[in-house]
């Protein structure tokens, strides 16, 4: 193979693969079988098509649920990279920095992100955790109270709009019957402490469940306290078997989160429990205050039609001491070392479904439309005072940014013929940005300035079922993503105002899968994926927390995933997620490697892998259950492989593999049900980079995770 071609897989060999792979598996299912009633269900999701469930097996896409029991076993229920190392084609990272929230990418996208989420749309109890402009967070995601995760990647992921590379939707749990108390506590390595209370039941018609939470860490590394607040309420009303009313309420508080920066290579060998010495001279810092309210109305209309009506609103605001030298910030066209935001966003959107017949086969119609605003005050301020820095100081940057968002949508399912479905989907996106400039003096104009993106985005899927426990399916899509405000807000080069000068990205995907249940208890989902995107967002340079972006050429990302899930008997059960995932810049382009750098000034070739992407991940787990004791534990395997930090790849994260252990025990006492808990992550005590900041500028490109760390927990829940 000639240097510096990217590997492929050959489409055909892996169609290939997948259908004998299916078909002897499928055979194996059948001198196992039992009869038909018996079979084991596959779990039902609403991802797919909005607001219609569908099974998971019968989805012509890469879906994944993760129930509650697993949320809850998988550590002390904070952040969403416990439970997302499980689905094959996510790579989700703990930055052990709570002041940037964690690193999630699926299928490479997302992966650029040098703080939060974005790439990705996020929903909560059918809320957006995104931002019209793509960026989202998921710290306000209540896991103790969630009643399952679905991760959607590939193709119908386009479905959801802008910036949708895959989708992450976190349900709470409905209230009742019965109405229960519940209190749990968590401590561990590293300061770790969790306490939280839960209420849930059912008064009437009303059916609720509220939950609330407080978590604080004096953090693995040096200046990485974080103390976090959250509080989640779902309260579901029933009018009739036609009409539901849902409420949701959820707040989530982060007061002086430290930032430790990222670490060379040289500091984390030496110790990689150290902060970058800049943020000590500058307290880097953030403080997050996020409070957010949600309705959704359902209406049943008769002869198979109903109407869905969501709405939200909400506030954060956003606080962060950078370390931006003091020299850089004193000409006037330089916005500041501290970034303050006060962010209102709300949207709504409405759909109509419709179950009917087309040529005497079911046919499910979707259509709607949905509506997003976010209105952002961002000021700017120097982070010293005189000789004193990690302060606020004078006043360097005053707008007003906007984003609005209108799509609209349709989608259908069609069973064609008895072994044959074909699901579709088009869906219309305009998002306009727009900034008004309250900071004109000398030497600083008026910035204000406004730019619209628009696609039409369509997807196609078809599944043959080959038999009631082997589906092969094939689906393709068009998306596309806008920059987000935080992309935007610093120009490339070193002038003042918004980037206007930035495209949005579009891409082609398609996969081909196959998902079967075989052995009675068994199930097997694997896929073969490939996305093509051009005018790809690229970080162009990265220092003391302040990023800058241009548009590059083309990018390929092929691959492979595949979950594997069972039980053997006598207690025992066994999983597997595997992903192979090649992605490669397809064209040159020029960046910058070091600060401060107005014009791009080095080669990139074509053919450099896309930095903060993994080539294989996999995780394992051999758990083993006896329920007559109330006793569960397990081994679990987790496997990163290299993540290239930069453009150029010029230097990467080593692959590391980890072993964790865990264990419970519940008894169940009259109206009491006591669990107590113990997990130790890093068995072996390995030194490795948990996550990795893409190009940043002075080389602190390294986060590092901790050795060998425990966790402990005990609960109590009272049924009344």
Same mark, same amino acid.
């Given at each position: ?233 779902? @309260?579901?009303?029933? &009018? $009739?078997? =036609? ?5 949701? !309420?959820?707040?989530? #508080?982060?007061? /002086? ?107 499910? @119609?979707?259509?709607? &439309? $949905?509506? =997003? ?5 961002? !000021?700017?301020?120097? #982070?010293?005072? /005189? ?334």
């Amino acid at each position: 193979m000639p240097a510096g071609r990217p590997r492929r897989i050959a489409a055909g060999h892996a169609l290939a693969f997948l259908i004998a792979s299916g078909c002897t598996l499928q055979a194996l299912g059948q001198t196992a079988s039992e009869p038909a009633g018996e079979r084991s269900l596959s779990p039902v999701v609403v991802t797919v098509t909005h607001g219609v469930e569908q099974s998971a097996f019968d989805a012509p896409a890469s879906v994944d649920v993760i129930d509650a029991s697993t949320i809850q076993n998988a550590g002390p229920e904070v952040n969403l990279s416990e439970v997302l190392v499980r689905v094959p084609g996510v790579v989700a990272q703990n930055r052990q920095n709570y002041a940037q929230d964690i690193q999630i990418s699926s299928r490479g996208f997302g992966a650029r992100s040098t703080f939060g989420v974005r790439g990705l749309r996020l929903y909560a109890d059918g809320i957006p955790a995104s931002f019209p402009d793509g960026q989202g967070q998921v710290s306000n995601f209540d896991l103790a109270s969630a009643s399952r995760i679905e991760v959607l990647r590939g193709p119908f992921s386009v479905l959801y709009g802008n910036s949708s590379g895959g989708v992450i939707s976190l349900f709470t749990a409905d209230g009742g019957p019965q109405t229960i108390a519940d209190i749990s506590t968590t401590w561990g390595s590293n300061g770790v402490q969790r306490t939280g209370v839960k209420l849930s039941g059912t008064e009437g018609a009303a059916q609720y469940n509220i939950s609330a939470a407080k978590f604080s860490t004096d953090g693995y590394r040096e200046h990485s306290a974080a103390t976090r607040e959250n509080f989640n309420g779902k @309260l579901k009303y029933t &009018v $009739s078997d =036609d009409t539901h009313w849902t409420f949701v !309420l959820n707040n989530v #508080n982060m007061p /002086g989160v430290q930032d430790p920066l990222g670490l060379t290579r040289a500091e984390m060998l030496a110790n990689p429990r150290q902060a970058t010495p800049s943020a000590y001279t500058f307290n880097t810092r953030k403080s997050v205050s996020q409070l957010q309210g949600g309705i959704v109305f359902d209406q049943r209309l008769g002869a198979g039609q109903s109407f869905q009506i969501t709405t939200y609103y909400g506030t954060r605001s956003t606080e962060q001491f950078q370390s931006i030298p003091v020299a850089t910030q004193r000409p006037l066209t330089q916005p500041g070392g501290v970034i303050d935001l006060s962010s209102r966003y709300r949207g709504l959107d409405a759909r109509w479904i419709d179950k009917s017949r087309l040529l005497g086969k079911p046919l499910t @119609l979707t259509a709607g &439309v $949905s509506t =997003d605003q976010l209105s952002q005050a961002r !000021l700017g301020f120097q #982070n010293f005072v /005189g000789t004193t820095l990690g302060v606020q100081g004078a006043l360097r940057r005053d707008e007003l940014d906007t984003v609005n968002a209108f799509d609209q949508y349709v989608q259908g399912q069609w069973e064609v013929a008895e072994r044959w479905s074909v699901s579709a989907g088009l869906r219309h996106s305009r998002v306009s940005f727009g900034s008004q400039d309250h900071y004109i003096v000398a030497g600083n104009g008026d910035d204000s300035g406004s730019v619209s993106y628009q696609a039409t985005t369509p997807a196609l899927g078809v599944v043959f079922h080959v038999t009631d426990a082997l589906n092969l399916y094939a689906s393709a899509g068009r998306g596309f993503e806008t920059p987000t405000l935080n992309e935007l807000a610093y120009r490339a080069d070193g002038g003042t105002g918004l980037n206007f000068d930035l495209h949005s990205a579009t891409s082609r995907q398609w996969e081909v899968g196959m998902k079967t249940e075989f052995m009675s208890n068994w199930r097997l989902n694997a896929a073969y994926f490939r996305a093509n995107t051009a005018n790809e967002t690229v970080v162009l340079s990265n220092f003391g927390g302040r990023s800058t972006y241009q548009n590059a050429g083309m990018t390929q990302r092929d691959g492979v995933e595949a979950a594997l899930s069972g039980h053997w008997g006598k207690g025992w059960s066994t999983y597997l997620a595997a992903t192979y995932l090649n992605a490669t810049y397809g064209s040159s382009f020029l960046t910058c490697v070091a600060a401060p750098c107005t014009t791009p000034n080095t080669l990139i070739a074509a053919g450099n892998r896309i930095p903060g992407i993994p080539r294989a991940s996999l995780f394992g787990e051999l758990a083993w259950q006896h329920q007559a004791w109330g006793l569960e534990t397990a081994l679990e395997w987790r496997h990163v492989g290299k993540i290239y930090v930069d453009d150029r790849n010029s230097d990467a994260a080593s692959q590391v593999s980890l072993i964790n252990l865990r264990a419970s025990l519940t008894q169940k006492l009259g109206h009491w049900a006591v669990r107590e808990f113990v997990r130790v992550d890093n068995l072996t005590n390995r030194n490795y980079s948990g996550s990795v900041i893409v190009n940043e500028s002075t080389s602190r490109f390294f986060e590092p995770a901790p050795g060998r760390n425990w966790l402990a927990g005990l609960g109590a829940a009272y049924t009344f």
